[in-house]
């Protein structure tokens, strides 16, 4: 069984549970899904911009990206505050809109509270429209009606003057953004309760990944400027434990590229099969396996030591290349995923959902893995630190025998066990530690000197993961994992 444990990677090891014997220097595969770059809508409507329009670049790369915000929950951020720094991106987007709406008599321009505030007025006044706000609640003094929804990172609720709009308006919404598309849904329901027609809804940004799921109007009647695709599913790879460890979260607009460095699980492992899944799973086996292959010629070290930098890459046309290098040895091995055969938004549906109902299960599995694979990095990096040869040469040899024969037994201990619940795992590493964490901080104190010097750098990463960083033992719940 071949053993990897993440460096630097949010979740820790992995595993695979076949060595394969084939090699694949370089393979392309053909995945299921698209992943494409932010682009430039091919514009539905007669009388938007061409595709090609300059301004449109202008105003696509003028938008900055903010992962994990509000929530950090994986949102990415689309910011277009920074495309309100640039007074060219700004006008072209707003002289978009108006080249569109003027002349189509529209009487009302509703924009969503807040960022449908800052395109929308610049519009109705250019189309000679009244500007209606549709607001937070407690925000409008006179008489209103609500409406509450869901959106992409939780529910919310707006309010509309019952006096601002009469039966006849024709209504354009305004906003920045649609995502689920929850918001502009509640804002259509308003405006058509107070006796509106909503002729069309504009934004600047679309996410379409999250727009599949919107509900209570047509989808044509949107017209947004960018298009931003994004990872339908988190993409990554199998780790130890049969454990998804992602490295590209799902809603992650593309292009994009993400590196992890991981590591052998066990001693004098040449090879590494790297097995590429997506989806929301905590086990691999769960989600979508987009293809796999192997990496050989490992430095022959001790478990932990040697570093394997995987790269995901997705390009502009949603192709997703996975590098993964020995950086000792510069062995290197490539794969490319094809865009082409795309899963079924009825599959990705269906994997969302798996995800929701398992999650509580998914949690449990992934916090076994986690707390397992911590008290086996925490004996490895002990076994590694006695037998470095400084340490041989200056630790007693009590001392020595006393951890080994601790380490020895953790490790034949987790051999022979099967997935044990998360507090076993904590108390056997709690265990160890007290009883080896006297010994290594006595040799620590008499040997830290040494450790100044610039060519030991073995030494001092066995004790960083040993758990002493600066001279400091880490704290409880501390990774054991050296993060560079
Ligand atoms: O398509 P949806 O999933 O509904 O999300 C889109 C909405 O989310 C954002 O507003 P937000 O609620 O963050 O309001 P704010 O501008 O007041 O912060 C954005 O400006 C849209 O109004
Ligand atoms: N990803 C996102 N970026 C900016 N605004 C949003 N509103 C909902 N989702 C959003």
Same mark, same amino acid.
């Given at each position: 069984m071949l053993l990897f444990k993440s460096l630097n990677c949010s979740s820790s090891l992995l595993q695979s549970p076949v060595l394969s014997s084939r090699l694949f220097p370089s393979v392309v595969v053909r995945t299921p899904r698209t992943l494409s770059v932010r682009r430039i809508r091919t514009n539905r409507s007669i009388s938007m911009a061409s595709t090609d329009d300059s301004r449109l670049k202008r105003i696509a790369s003028s938008i900055r990206?903010?992962?994990?915000?509000?929530?950090?929950?994986?949102?990415?951020?689309?910011?277009?505050?920074t495309l309100l720094l640039d007074p060219q991106a700004f006008k072209d987007t707003i002289d978009l809109f108006v080249e569109r709406y003027k002349g189509k008599g529209i009487t009302v321009v509703a924009g969503i509270e807040a960022r449908g505030f800052i395109f929308g007025p610049p519009?109705?006044?250019?189309?000679?429209?009244?500007?209606?706000?549709?607001?937070?609640?407690?925000?409008?003094?006179?008489?209103?009606?609500?409406?509450?929804?869901?959106?992409?990172?939780?529910?919310?609720?707006?309010?509309?003057?019952?006096?601002?709009?009469?039966?006849?308006?024709?209504?354009?919404?305004?906003?920045?953004?649609?995502?689920?598309?929850?918001?502009?849904s509640a804002a259509i329901r308003l405006l058509e309760r107070v006796g509106a027609e909503v002729?069309?809804?504009?934004?600047?940004? %679309?996410?379409?990944?999250?727009?599949?799921?919107?509900?209570?109007?047509?989808?044509?009647?949107?017209?947004?400027?960018?298009?931003?695709?994004?990872?339908?599913?988190?993409?990554?790879? %199998?780790?130890?434990?049969?454990?998804?460890?992602?490295?590209?979260?799902?809603?992650?607009?593309?292009?994009?590229?993400?590196?992890?460095?991981?590591?052998?699980?066990?001693?004098?492992?040449?090879?590494?099969?790297?097995?590429?899944?997506?989806?929301?799973?905590?086990?691999?086996?769960?989600?979508?396996?987009?293809?796999?292959?192997?990496?050989?010629?490992?430095?022959?070290?001790?478990?932990?030591?040697?570093?394997?930098?995987?790269?995901?890459?997705?390009?502009?046309?949603?192709?997703?290349?996975?590098?993964a290098e020995d950086t000792s040895t510069g062995e290197k091995r490539h794969m490319t995923l094809m865009n082409v055969d795309r899963l079924t938004n009825k599959e990705i549906e269906r994997m969302m959902e798996e995800a929701e109902r398992f999650k509580a299960e998914d949690e449990e599995h992934r916090k076994k893995v986690r707390a397992r694979n911590k008290l086996e990095s925490f004996a490895y990096a002990l076994k590694n630190a006695v037998e470095e040869r400084k340490v041989v040469k200056s630790m007693p040899h009590v001392y020595r025998e006393s951890i080994n024969c601790a380490v020895?037994?953790?490790?034949?201990?987790?051999?022979?066990?099967?997935?044990?619940?998360?507090?076993?795992?904590?108390?056997?590493?709690?265990?160890?530690?007290?009883?080896?964490?006297?010994?290594?901080?006595?040799?620590?104190?008499?040997?830290?000197?040494?450790?100044?010097?610039?060519?030991?750098?073995?030494?001092?990463?066995?004790l960083l993961r040993i758990g002493y960083f600066n001279g400091k033992p880490k704290t409880e719940g501390d990774e054991y994992e050296m993060t560079d």
């Open positions: 990206v903010i992962p994990d915000f509000p929530k950090p929950e994986g949102v990415m951020f689309q910011d277009i505050t519009i109705a006044l250019a189309i000679g429209a009244k500007f209606v706000p549709m607001r937070k609640p407690k925000k409008l003094p006179g008489e209103v009606i609500s409406e509450e929804y869901s959106l992409e990172y939780g529910t919310d609720k707006i309010e509309i003057h019952v006096d601002a709009v009469q039966p006849g308006d024709r209504a354009l919404v305004i906003d920045d953004l649609v995502a689920t598309g929850g918001t502009l002729v069309e809804s504009a934004c600047v940004i %679309e996410l379409p990944e999250l727009k599949e799921v919107r509900l209570g109007y047509r989808s044509e009647d949107v017209q947004s400027l960018v298009l931003v695709d994004v990872t339908p599913l988190s993409l990554g790879i %199998e780790t130890k434990g049969d454990v998804l460890t992602v490295l590209i979260p799902r809603n992650t607009p593309i292009p994009i590229k993400k590196e992890g460095i991981f590591t052998t699980c066990s001693d004098f492992q040449s090879t590494i099969p790297i097995r590429v899944y997506e989806g929301e799973r905590a086990r691999s086996e769960d989600n979508n396996l987009l293809g796999q292959f192997t990496l050989d010629g490992i430095l022959l070290a001790p478990q932990g030591v040697p570093k394997i930098n995987v790269c995901f890459n997705i390009d502009a046309d949603g192709i997703l290349n996975v590098t020895k037994l953790v490790i034949e201990w987790l051999k022979h066990k099967e997935l044990l619940s998360e507090h076993v795992y904590e108390r056997k590493l709690e265990e160890l530690r007290n009883e080896c964490l006297p010994h290594v901080a006595k040799m620590y104190q008499e040997y830290y000197v040494d450790l100044d010097d610039e060519d030991d750098v073995s030494a001092r990463l066995d």
